[in-house]
DNA sequence: TTGATATTCAACCAATTGGTTGAAGAAAGG
DNA sequence: CCTTTCTTCAACCAATTGGTTGAATATCAA
């Protein structure tokens, strides 16, 4: 199964944190340091998240000087997005084609109670 | 930040082990041993890939006997889907908006050149 | 050069995840 | 009853995650 890349983007969506860095994000490009300023914890520690939103490829970075201005890539999300309503629509099909199933149940009653 | 479902949701998603659990769920309804039989670990292992499911209430539960009977459980799947869709549009609009500033601009300069 | 700023690197620690084995509990089949 | 089957529980271990502090690196600015 070669499915690293969605592993990364999933696990980069699954915390808080890293969802807020992403928020703060679409605001527009930002520095390490303005992003860490509202979180009540080291740089270092966001620091680290921002690494793994860079393995899944979520945020880029920009280096100009000393200052890093990372910004939000959408991309990834395409992925992730695709195996999640890939699996909805399956089901959602399969309740369609149980209520249809359901309906035409109770057609048949009611053809027989005639 | 009260999002503890997401994160929960997202984890159980970014593994490659349950997502295969839940596709072979897909196929309906299957019990802890069937569910683990393909996978190259132990039995217990893949309980505990249920748990975190569980956890998601991506999966839900039947006892019959001594047998546990799994199914998929999609309704998760919409908050998920939620937080990614949002994300995506926002940044769909923004590109839509780029792009619309870009097109702008090129019809300035061919009035101009005019 | 000196000093302040922006960032990562390195080491450490606790909690979670991902796996193992060995039991225990509960139900089925003799 | 006894044995097998299905499942979880408990303990353990390695790797990852989520955080810390302290140092190194690089750049700006005086």
Redesign the interface.
Known sequence: ?R?ER??H???A????TR??I??RL?AGEARVTDIAAPFDMSLNAVSKHIRLLERADLVKRRKAGREHYLS?N?AP??E??E???Q??M???RRLDTLECVLKSDLQEKKGRKK
Chains 1, 2 share one sequence.
């Open positions: 199964m499915s969605l592993d983007i999933m696990t969506l699954g915390d808080p969802r807020a992403l928020a679409n939000f959408a999300l395409d992730a997005s195996w999640i309503e699996t909805r399956f089901w959602a």
